[in-house]
C-alpha cells in the first residue's frame, strides 16, 4: 500500500523586521498568493490555513509552514500576537519561532 507523502509549503520570514500584525500581512501576502480582498486580521488568517479555499498556493499543500524570528510581534505577549501564533495550532499548520541569530 502506498504511502501518501505530506507536501509542505515553507515560507521563511526570518530576518524580516516583524513589529506588528500589519507588518505580519505584507510580509506573508506574496509568499502565500492572498488576494487583494484578503481581510489582514486573524479570523481571515484562519480562514487561510485552517478552513482554506482563499490563497490556491497554500490550498495545494498539506501543511503551510511559517518559519519567524522571535522578536517584534512574535516576541510580545500582547493579546493580538498571541491570537496570531494560536491560528497555528492546527494539523495544516505550523509556526517555527527562531531565537534571533
Not at 501576502?29 to 482563499?54: H, K, M, S, V, Y
Amino acid at each position: 500500500m502506498a504511502k501518501k507523502t505530506e507536501s509542505e509549503l515553507v515560507v521563511d520570514l526570518r530576518g524580516w523586521s516583524i513589529e506588528t500584525l500589519d507588518a505580519f500581512w505584507d510580509a506573508i501576502t506574496e509568499p502565500c498568493e492572498l488576494p487583494e480582498w484578503f481581510g489582514r486580521n486573524i479570523d481571515a488568517w484562519r480562514d487561510t490555513i485552517q478552513t482554506r479555499g482563499i490563497s490556491a498556493i497554500i490550498d495545494r499543500h498539506d501543511v503551510l509552514v511559517v518559519h519567524v524570528d522571535e522578536q517584534g510581534v512574535f516576541a510580545t505577549r500582547n493579546p493580538e500576537a498571541q491570537a496570531l501564533r494560536s491560528t497555528f495550532a492546527g494539523r495544516q499548520s505550523r509556526l517555527v519561532v527562531h531565537e534571533p541569530s
